[in-house]
C-alpha cells in the first residue's frame, strides 16, 4: 500500500504538469520510476545502506530531486529516517545514503550530542511523521571529538559554546581512555553509541527502532555499530 505512494504522488505531479502551460516545468529525467517506501525499521536501513553502497562506489542516483517530486512532495511528506548525525561538511546524510527530496528528516550537531531541539525534533519525526527508523551516525576524524580530546589532555578552557559539546562529548571520552589504539575512534564510537542508547531509554521514541552507525571518510562506507 504505502509502496505505491511514491506513484501516487508522481501521478499527481504528472497531471498538474500536464495541464499547465506548455511553458511550464518539462519532464525531468531523474524522474523515471516510483521507488518504493521502506515502512519498516528494517526496510529503512536497508534502503540506507543499499544508497550508500552506491555512494560508496560512485554509483550515486541522487534520486527524487527533480522538478515532479518536488511538486508531489509540495502537499505533504512521508519521510522514512530520521538521521541524527554531524555538522561536518564531509558527512550530509542525503548524498552519503544517496537518498532524495521527502526521504530523510536530518538532525545535525557537532558531534551529533542531543539537546532539547534535537529531541524535539526527533519526536517529531517519530510521533507526528511516524517514521519507522532513527539512525544515529558518528563518523571518523571528528573534530567535535577532536577538540574534546584536546580539552581533556591539556585543561585548556574551551571558547565559549563550544563547551556544550565538550561537556557531552567526555564522558565517552573518559570511558574509553584506558583502550589501546585510536583514542579519538573509540570515544566517537562510545558517544555514537550512547547517544543511541539514550534515545532508545526514552518512551517518546518507543515507537522507532533506533540505530547508531559509522561513517568511514576514507571508504565512504556506513557500518552499523553493535
Ligand atoms: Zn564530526
Redo the contacts with the bound molecule.
Keep these: 500500500m504505502a509502496s505505491n505512494r511514491r506513484a501516487f504522488l508522481a501521478a499527481t505531479a504528472v497531471a498538474a504538469l500536464a495541464a499547465a502551460p506548455a511553458s511550464a516545468a518539462p519532464a525531468d529525467p531523474l524522474e523515471t520510476t516510483a521507488r518504493p517506501r521502506p515502512t519498516t525499521a528494517r526496510a529503512a536501513l536497508a534502503e540506507l545502506l543499499a544508497g550508500n553502497r552506491r555512494y560508496a562506489t560512485g554509483g550515486s542516483r541522487h534520486p527524487d530531486e527533480g522538478l515532479l517530486h518536488r511538486h508531489a512532495l509540495a502537499a505533504g511528506q512521508h519521510p522514512f529516517a530520521v538521521v541524527i548525525g554531524?555538522?561536518?561538511s564531509r558527512?550530509p546524510p542525503e548524498l552519503v545514503f544517496d537518498q532524495g527530496l521527502g526521504d530523510l528528516i536530518c538532525i545535525r550537531t557537532?558531534?551529533?550530542v542531543l539537546d532539547e531541539a534535537v529531541l524535539a525534533s526527533i519526536q517529531y519525526g517519530v510521533q507526528e511523521l511516524h517514521v519507522p527508523l532513527v539512525l544515529v551516525l558518528g563518523?571518523e576524524r571528528?573534530?567535535?571529538?577532536a577538540a574534546t580530546l584536546d580539552h581533556l589532555r591539556t585543561g585548556a578552557p574551551v571558547p565559549g559554546h563550544l563547551e556544550l559539546l565538550v561537556d557531552e562529548i567526555a564522558p565517552a571520552a573518559l570511558r574509553t581512555r584506558h583502550l589501546p589504539g585510536d583514542w579519538a575512534e573509540h570515544t566517537m564510537r562510545a558517544n555514537t553509541v550512547w547517544v543511541r542508547d539514550a534515545i532508545r531509554a526514552d518512551s517518546a521514541f518507543a515507537a522507532a527502532t533506533v540505530t547508531a552507525a559509522r561513517f568511514d571518510l576514507d571508504t565512504g562506507l556506513i557500518s552499523v555499530l553493535p
Excluded: E, P, S, T
Design positions: 554531524c555538522i561536518d558527512v557537532a558531534g551529533q563518523h571528528c573534530g567535535a571529538v
